[in-house]
């Protein structure tokens, strides 16, 4: 299309969407072109073609969805323009606004006028706010600090002066009784954000709690949101408010930010056990979480919207409130300006429009229970107004994909897929088979109003995994199962990937409801280096329609039987292994890779009966020492990790070498109830290689010898910093460097 403007002149180019587009997140690839000739191309704008959610009247009051926001940052018409984003994709309840020191900038100065405002914009969104209770204004400080403080952070981030406190939501609470029902005391307490005592916070709580009952019976109060549970956060912190806090607050505040794997461990290990103190129930409240955008895996982050949500809600939270609605900046490498689920320029990712889903089917829904929950698939289903909802999605990256089979009374039923865009399906007598997704789906089942139960499938994968070594036969176990009342016959058939062999599996006769497992021999080519293939097996009864399960097998790198062999299991040299925290910015563009020289690595496996050995050769142009191993990360240290197969959790150790020139480990993860074993690092250096020479013990990482020959799963990383700070790093596969997911680890064995 062409445009004649004059100097100064805008036009705009209004977009004809056909109605039957498919719903979703559509991107533009635009080029500018002037009369020379001369072409620049420009930014991909981001499109959302939605089904809008909202905004809508009422609540859910058994969960409330909704969103962080930082209104009080922007101008009145960003901050409208926002709160419509919000409304629109069914947001209903928001942590924005103003916060202490800007409420009551001198003692009994209250200027409420900006927040009034506020809360009555979003209202006209039917959107409701929580209120965060903090931070510290200067002059309620302890006396001195102010004028002794370093920077603001140290007053600011301080224990307030527990009168004042009091006397501000006391004056707070009346003026918002009815208004505000949620209250939350301080951000992430268990970090800097709160630099007093444990003591303090605890007689804080008390204050706010004592001003509220006095002033809004009503209100309900949150423990401030506690980031993590483990390393990052002050020892025991938590604990101690929990333990003996409890009778001040109602709900249990928490974030854990980062990817759905990591939160599901952490929420069902580590925090419930910490939370077998509380004598009443303190439903958790999520009021801070989200997962940020790091080298375009924004669909990561939409699949996230949907199975943090889901699973808080299944757990019995109160609440859970995404993290963030609007990017913060620009700077790609920077989680904060990432977050969000539109850009600072309001184009929407993926996860808006996931969002948006979620709440149009599920806004008003009722949870009914967990219906399918085992390492390859998990559902769990809803009550509707107009019968059910299952929200089902694959438990693992490496899984079987399995048929989710549902016995229901439903009379019509349909998938709909992450973005909203929906599919009619079969139903034959009251049984529905449909295949998991590839990302978190819907099956509405309209009418439906006994409790949906599963059903058997007619082929299931009847082991845990398969791990193959290239060219050797590997047996894949399966069952086959007839429904039906009566004989059937079961035909057998493959589709095969062009990289594995099998022979043709035949035919079987089965008699009513009768179930038999089968092992099926399929060879990976001696050409497959690591990953996964992924043969699909079909069957149909009696000449009917075909179902399908796709098997993944993955493919093991081997390890080298005492020395090393004498080329690298694996060579990280190309973009393919590179993620870089220094691209699409015009400031730091001297720092993105160039190329082996600049950066590659050569990784060399092998193992004895007692250690697992790795020898990592690292070329680097500016090669940067650590101050300490646990910081490695940030200079150019090594983050190696291992899952284990049976253990809760996965190890990540720590391999530098220090700025005196000694060798630095440090383990940064293990499973639950595994000490950190002792590693042994040697670092050498020929020309511009470092070269490291690493010894893992078996027995401390919980693996004795025969479980290297079944298959454990392995990562690495090497970071590069070349004097300015991390600019990225090379790595074998995704899953520690930007978000922990031992999934999609590559598998070694003997």
Known sequence: RSFELAPGEEAAWPLDWPAASPRGIWRCDLVLRNASGREQRLNRPAFACLTPAGPTEGRNPEFEIGMNMRQQGWSRAECERESQAAAAIGAKLLRTGFTWESLEPAPGEFRFELLDELLAMNAKYGMRQIFMVAYTPAWAAKPGLVANAKDWNEWNKSAPDPDALEAFVEKFAEH??????????????????????????????????????KSDPEAKLITGGFAYVGARSKPGFQEQVLAEGQDDFDFHGYHQHGDFSEYERVLEGPLARMRRVLRSPKPIFFTETGFYISNGNYLQQAENVVRKIVHAWATGARGYLWFNMRDDGFLPGYCEHNYGLVTNDWYPKEGFAAFNTLNLLLGQARYGGVLLRNPRTTAHWFRRDDGQAVVFWKSGRGTVEEPLTLLTDAAEAEFVDLFGNATPLKLSAGRLTVPVPEHPGYLLLKGAARAPECGRSVVSFAGTRVTASPGVPSGIRVTLHNPLPAEAVAELRWKLPENIDAPAPGKRRLAAGEAVE????????????????????????????????????????????????????????????????????????????????????????????????????????????????????????????????????????????????????????????????????????????????????????????????????????????????????????????????????PFILK
Request: a negative charge.
């Open 176 to 213: 918002y009784r009815g208004k505000i029902e949620f209250y939350e005391f301080w951000n992430e307490p268990d970090l800097d954000f709160w630099r007093g005592t444990a003591e303090e916070y605890l007689e804080c709580l008390k204050r706010v709690r004592r001003a509220l009952k």
């Open 518 to 745: 089968l092992v099926l021999p399929v060879t990976v080519s001696e050409a497959t280096r690591g990953g996964i293939v992924r043969p699909e097996l079909q069957v149909r009864l009696n000449g009917g329609d075909w179902s399908s399960i796709s098997i993944p097998v993955n493919v093991a790198t081997r390890i080298a039987d005492g020395a090393y062999p004498a080329e690298p299991q694996f060579t990280l040299d190309s973009r393919a292994n590179l993620v870089s925290q220094m691209e699409h910015n015009p400031y730091t563009a001297h720092r993105v890779w160039s190329g082996p020289e600049d950066q590659s690595v050569r990784i060399f496996l092998a193992s004895d009966d007692t250690e697992l050995k790795f020898r990592v050769e690292v070329t680097d142009d500016v090669h940067v020492k650590s101050p300490g191993a646990a910081s490695s990360f940030m200079e150019d240290g090594i983050q190696l990790a291992l899952a284990v197969p049976g253990q809760n959790g996965h190890w990540e150790f720590g391999f530098a070498e220090l700025e005196d020139g000694s060798p630095g480990t440090h383990c940064w993860i293990r499973p639950d109830n595994l000490a950190e074993p002792r590693t042994k690092l040697a670092v050498s250096a020929r020309g511009r290689v470092t070269i490291y020479e690493i010894a893992i013990p078996l027995a401390g990482i919980g693996a004795a010898p025969e479980q290297l020959k079944r298959g454990i799963q392995f990562n690495l990383l090497v970071n590069d910093n070349d004097g300015e700070g991390r600019d990225g790093w090379m790595q074998i596969a995704p899953g520690i460097g930007e978000a922990k997911n031992p999934e999609l680890y």
